[in-house]
Structure formats: C-alpha cells, structure tokens
C-alpha cells in the first residue's frame, strides 16, 4: 500500500474516533477522490457519514466498499451491519433484509447481524421470524443464569412460538 494513503487514512479514522468525525469526514472524501476503488477508504467514508446521521449519503460508499475487494473479514462484517442498519433506517426494510442475509451467509452465527435481521424482519411485518431470530440469539448468547437455565425450553418455543406444552 501508499505509505500516504495510509498516514491519512489513519488521521482520518483518528479524528472519527475522537469525535471530530466532521472534520475525519471531509478527509475520507478527499481520500476517496484519490482512491475511488478503495474499499477500505469507502467504508470508513461510510461510517463517517452514519456517525454524522448521513444514511443515505453513507449508502453508496457501504455498496461500494461491499463490491470492491480489499476489506478484511472485520470491517466486511461491520460494512454488512452498517449498510444493513442504515437501510432499516431509510425505511428500506427489503434491502436492509437482503443485506444482512448477505452478511449472515459470510457470518452465519453472528449475533449481532442477527438481531439486526430480527429488527428488519419487524419492520417488514415478519414478526413471527423476527421473535424467532430474537430467542435463538438470547438462548445462545445470554450470560444470565436464569436464561442459561432455560436454553433448551427457550430454543425449543423458538422454533414453535405457537406451542404450550
């Protein structure tokens, strides 16, 4: 990589982080201006975007650094879940679906593009999955011993929300 490249790439992530994302957001523009392949740089364009309540401005920089290769496994994970959420928000609950199933096809057991999905499922009008994906990720994720306790009835009324006995 460009050793300029990446020394302003870092002060840009640097500003977002210490909470001058106005000013790290500019910079990732004039990166992305310089770099418009970049997918790196066009995730954190987008972040920068959503931190400053910019969904849909952020979009196209999540669909960009989605179809452009070069993001390691963490930050395509957190593309998934930035661009499946800003969707939500957009009022685009079809899209917001489809991308976090996307997501959840590289991520299969992840629980936080889970409950985003369960959110989206809502949305939608699919309660019933929603309450569903909801459960699985309470019964597998919870540290509370009551919960812990419960796992197994929990998984079960999971899969049959309709069930009594």
């Known amino acids: 990589m460009n050793d ?18 106005e000013r790290a957001r500019g910079e990732l523009l004039a990166l992305t201006d310089r770099y418009p392949e970049d997918a790196e740089i066009a995730y954190q ?17 999540y669909e960009r650094a989605l179809s452009t290769p070069g993001l390691t496994a963490q930050d395509r994970h957190g593309a998934f879940l930035g661009l499946g959420s800003t969707y939500r928000v957009l ?3 079809e899209r917001s679906l489809e991308t976090l199933r996307r997501g959840l096809e590289e991520f ?7 409950v985003f ?7 939608a009008g699919e309660h019933h999955e929603s309450v569903t994906t909801l459960l699985k990720v309470v019964a597998a994720t919870s540290g509370d011993p009551g919960v812990h306790g419960h796992r197994r009835a929990i998984e079960h009324y999971a899969d049959d929300l309709d069930a009594f006995h």
């Open 117 to 123: 999905a369960a959110m989206a499922l809502y949305n």
């Open 4 to 21: 300029d490249r990446d020394a302003a790439l870092a002060r840009a992530v640097r500003l977002r982080e210490q909470g001058e994302t």
């Open 108 to 114: 299969p057991d992840d629980p936080a593009l889970r």
């Open 91 to 93: 009022g685009r609950h």
């Open 45 to 61: 364009t987008a972040w920068a975007h959503d931190k400053l309540e910019l969904e849909a401005e952020a979009v196209p920089y």
